[in-house]
């Protein structure tokens, strides 16, 4: 999760917030390659006093100038296309979990168990106990097997959310009347803190996810005692 001051994301918890973090890099690299040119171009123009006359209407310039930047975009498309791609990959999911957003809750419901669902509030600020985090603690949370393909199912019952987990590099609409789809795998275990991100009215900061990655067997006991 953040931490006060943090400037930049959260550690990677899946592969494709691994190949987001590597593409965020490789985009930045270029935009500072592209200031610290033109910085140094406008510098020149400012202090040197002597002046080409057929540079600015030199062919081989412009071609220069017009060629660069597409292949600039280039080098942008191609990794951003490929890693929206593997964001719409679904392979072989062991496991499905419905999500429904509510006001100002989530519901979840495991399409694969005869009778495992449960509603998710925030729990108050006055309720907390020590060492838990203010607006983003839940009562119940989601209990999700790590290093398994997981599919979540996203819709909402009255107006428009968004289901957000960074540092899973998830982030879906959950729109009414619509059942949109995405995909999840943890590489390690541990709590990772989400909130909605599509304002949806006066408690909109109100409603957190928190997603539990277990091993296999500590997910298959827990859903062996929700069930009974």
């Not at 071609?63 to 292949?71: E, G, K």
């Not at 890693?83 to 694969?112: A, C, F, R």
């Not at 957190?208 to 929700?226: G, T």
Request: with cysteine; glycine share 4%.
């Amino acid at each position: 999760m953040a931490y006060p001051f943090q400037y930049g994301l959260q550690d990677a918890t899946s592969p494709i917030m691994e190949e987001l973090m590597h593409f965020h890099d490789h985009t930045l690299m270029i935009v500072f390659l592209i200031s610290s040119l033109v910085l140094y171009i406008i510098s020149l123009m400012l202090t040197t006093n002597l002046t080409h006359t057929s540079t600015m209407d030199a062919q081989e310039v412009e071609t220069i100038w017009t060629i660069l930047p597409a292949v600039i975009l280039v080098l942008i498309a191609l990794p951003s296309l490929r890693i929206l791609y593997l964001m719409d990959e679904i392979n072989n999911p062991v496991l499905t979990v419905k999500t429904l957003g509510h006001q100002w809750y989530w519901s979840y419901e495991y399409t694969d168990y005869e009778d495992l669902n449960f509603d998710s509030y925030m729990i108050p600020t006055s309720e907390l106990k020590p060492g838990e985090l203010r607006l983003l603690e839940v009562d119940n949370r989601v209990v999700l097997p790590m290093e398994l393909p997981i599919r979540m199912l996203i819709s909402s019952e009255d107006v428009l959310h968004s289901w957000a987990v960074p540092s899973l590099g998830l982030k879906t609409d959950a729109i009414p009347g619509r059942l949109n789809q995405a995909t999840l795998t943890s590489t390690r275990p541990g709590l990772y803190y989400g909130q909605c991100s599509e304002i949806c009215g006066s408690n909109h900061s109100f409603m957190p996810i928190v997603l539990e990655m277990v091993p296999l067997k500590h997910f298959e006991e827990w859903s062996v005692s929700m069930t009974q």
